[in-house]
């Protein structure tokens, strides 16, 4: 497994415990994430309790009562519904929001730390016919009977498989930051979701760390954005200013905030394919989407299961590759074109679509745990065992 993020490490623990041999080459010099906060739906929080991960989820993260969609500037509910404990009722896990940081480390308990290869960044990797060989950065060269690249956007395993291209700049950046709970009880806020909508714009919030940190995320658009550099400090003062004229709640939520990061957004359009011979590619590196479905980690989770479940059931390893991809393949598309819709979607300015969208929002709801039944009750572990 290439890449110790969120993707390669539940991967790596879904096909350990189905009986691989697997061990984790990641770049870095430890395990971390960058960021703040991640929602957690259902359909992934599934496979990580059937993983034995529940505890320390529960330890770490936050079950939000609800989700609520509400108007840049007045505040006007456009829709509300329940998350908890209607998901677990329905779905058999809950919705959770966690830090990041906290989410890969209640994975990475659950893998050999003896099997994680810290400072191994992959420069270069090739099919061998009968298996897969890797080369690193610091001289080491590995052989395997499958290579996974669970390397992100960026991936080089990828590259090595299908060629380099650089990826797109989504035209749309973040200003993310952590609240202290303390600072903000005067808005009296529930333990729930909330996002606002506005034109060229949106913004999200939502507790972490057991409730001690509000997480936000507020998207603006831009034309271009010329750094290589996915995170980088921002000023409260400038996220305010990209916010001038939002709701109250909204500004002292940014106001709040201790630090400020800004987060360029990259997109790739679907792949074709991501598997040849005995190598083949899970998360961002093969299916990176727009953060607004609050999907892409879930898709990362979901592969991995689909992943073991297929070596597992298929005994040839190149077939099974193949299979896993055609299972995948389909549900992660849907997911990236719906994630580019709603960038559209969220971020109208106000006039006659908007207010069509309001009216549709308000009838149907786009959120709610019933209108997502196709997304959150599937099981990416259930492979009918298929003869090479
Ligand atoms: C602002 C924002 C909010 C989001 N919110 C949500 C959300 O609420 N819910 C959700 O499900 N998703 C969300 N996502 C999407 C989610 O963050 C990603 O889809 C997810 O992190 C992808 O996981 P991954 O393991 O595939 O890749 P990554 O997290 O990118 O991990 C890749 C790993 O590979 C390592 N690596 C890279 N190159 C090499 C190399 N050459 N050699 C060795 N190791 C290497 C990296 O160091 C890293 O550890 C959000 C994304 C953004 C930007």
């Not at 999200?204 to 010329?226: A, K, M, P």
């Not at 002292?252 to 190598?279: E, H, V």
Request: proline share 5%; glycine share 10%; hydrophobic share 45%.
């Amino acid at each position: 497994m290439i890449g110790g993020g969120i993707g390669g490490l539940t991967a790596a623990v879904a096909l350990l415990q189905a009986g691989f041999d697997v061990h984790v080459y990641e770049q870095a010099p430890e395990l971390t994430e960058v960021g703040g906060g991640i929602n957690m739906a259902p359909n992934a929080t599934r496979v990580l309790c059937r993983l034995g991960l529940a505890e320390g989820l529960d330890r770490e993260g936050v079950r939000p009562l609800g989700t609520h969609q509400r108007r840049w500037q007045d505040g006007r509910t456009l829709q509300r519904a329940p998350l908890n404990p209607l998901c677990k009722e329905l779905y058999g896990a809950p919705h959770m929001t966690i830090h990041r940081a906290d989410l890969l480390s209640v994975i990475a308990a659950a893998f050999p730390v003896e099997r994680v290869h810290l400072g191994h960044r992959l420069v270069g990797a090739a099919d061998r016919g009968g298996g897969a060989e890797a080369w690193f950065d610091n001289g080491v060269r590995i052989t395997a009977d499958v290579l996974v690249g669970a390397d992100g956007i960026h991936s080089a395993v990828r590259a090595a498989l299908f060629g380099e291209e650089p990826p797109d700049f989504a035209g749309c950046v973040a200003y993310r930051g952590l609240v202290p709970a303390e600072r903000i009880v005067a808005l009296g806020l529930e333990l729930g979701n909330q996002s606002w909508v506005g034109p060229g714009g949106h913004f999200v919030h939502y507790f972490v760390t057991r409730g001690r940190q509000l997480n936000f995320v507020g998207w603006t658009e831009h034309d271009e954005w010329n750094r290589e550099d996915w995170t980088d400090r921002a000023t409260v003062t400038r996220a305010l200013a990209a916010f001038a004229g939002w709701h109250e709640q909204v500004r002292t939520i940014i106001a709040a905030a201790g630090t400020c990061f800004i987060w360029a957004l990259f997109d790739r359009d679907p792949l074709p394919r991501w598997s040849a011979g005995r190598t083949t590619l899970l998360g961002d590196a093969c299916h990176p989407m727009y953060p607004f479905m609050g999907q892409g980690a879930a898709m990362a989770i979901e592969d991995g299961a689909a992943l073991a479940a297929c070596l597992r059931a298929i005994a040839d390893l190149s077939a099974a590759l193949r299979h896993y991809e055609k299972l995948r393949l389909p549900r992660v598309t849907r997911l990236q074109e719906m994630s580019r819709a709603n960038k559209t979607r969220f971020h109208l300015r106000d006039g006659p679509a908007q207010q069509a969208r309001d009216a549709e929002w308000a009838k149907t709801g786009d959120r709610s745990p019933d209108a997502l039944r196709w997304l959150y009750e599937y099981d990416p572990a259930a492979v009918e065992p298929v003869t090479a």
